[in-house]
């Protein structure tokens, strides 16, 4: 309840709901006068379309500027972001995490299964790495 207590002091919504409902609450009831009858369908057309304001998809016929402007909304949202987003959220592990963290649990258990600990620490086989000697280090800083 308080949610639409402040929705209703948001000034688009204000605008929108609260104006609509309050000029059809408004109307006045008159007796139509002779001139007022003899209006041709131009001239009503031209009444209707006088404060059109224009999409910018077409300057000439308002059905044609709006036709364009909802089939452009409905392309670009609902087919390039709900079904973009839906197709991007649910497509397959291209970077194959994972597959790289079932592999590591699967290598874990092995290890477990063999009695070898989870990481060894001589990954690399000691006796194949050639270090340098003393005398080739010489005054060569080490930093640990």
Known sequence: MA?????????VVQRS???YFSKTSRNISTSKKNSDTATTACETNKTED???VSYGFDYESKEEDTNAHHATFFFSVTLCLVFGGFSWAYAPDV??????QREAYLELHR?????????DPNYV??????LPSEDELCDVEIII
């Open 3 to 11: 949610a639409l207590i402040k929705l209703r002091h948001m000034p």
């Open 17 to 19: 709901v609260w104006n």
């Open 50 to 52: 006088k404060n059109w």
């Open 95 to 100: 970077h194959m995490r994972d597959w790289a």
């Open 111 to 119: 290890r477990e299964k063999a009695g070898q600990p989870p990481i």
């Open 125 to 130: 086989n000691p006796s194949t790495v050639k």
